[in-house]
């Protein structure tokens, strides 16, 4: 059982900057799933288990960077140039194996609301 509990997010202007963290109880594959209003579950971003590789959402390339801390198991999220559209309830996730460039992970944080206002 892996455990993930998450920290940042609030409320920004749009073109402004948030950082999100994610403490991991274990080193595993990860990721960021947001959960826009109104819309479906997106995936966002991920990373794997010793930071080789990492992916991005064509709707947050160029904006947002996955990056962890090995050393203390932690994920970031560092999104700049935020849209209105980037609002969202934000989850880290984890999961067993190779990482994944989908929702289908195995573990979930508390989730944490990113809102972005025009």
């Known amino acids: 059982q892996v455990q993930l509990v998450q920290s940042g997010g609030g409320l920004v202007q749009a073109g402004g900057s948030l950082r999100l963290s994610c403490a991991a109880s274990?080193?595993?594959?990860m990721a960021w799933v947001r959960h826009g209003p109104g819309k479906e579950r997106e995936f966002a971003a991920a990373i794997s288990r010793y930071a080789h590789s990492t992916y991005y959402a064509d709707s947050v390339k160029g904006r947002f960077t996955i990056y962890r801390d090995n050393a203390y198991n932690t994920v970031y999220l560092q999104m700049n140039s935020l849209k209105p559209e980037d609002t969202a309830v934000y989850y880290c996730a984890a999961k067993t194996g190779e990482v994944a460039v989908t929702t289908e992970y195995d573990y979930w944080g508390q989730g944490t609301q990113v809102t972005v206002s025009s």
């Open positions: 274990g080193r595993n594959a």
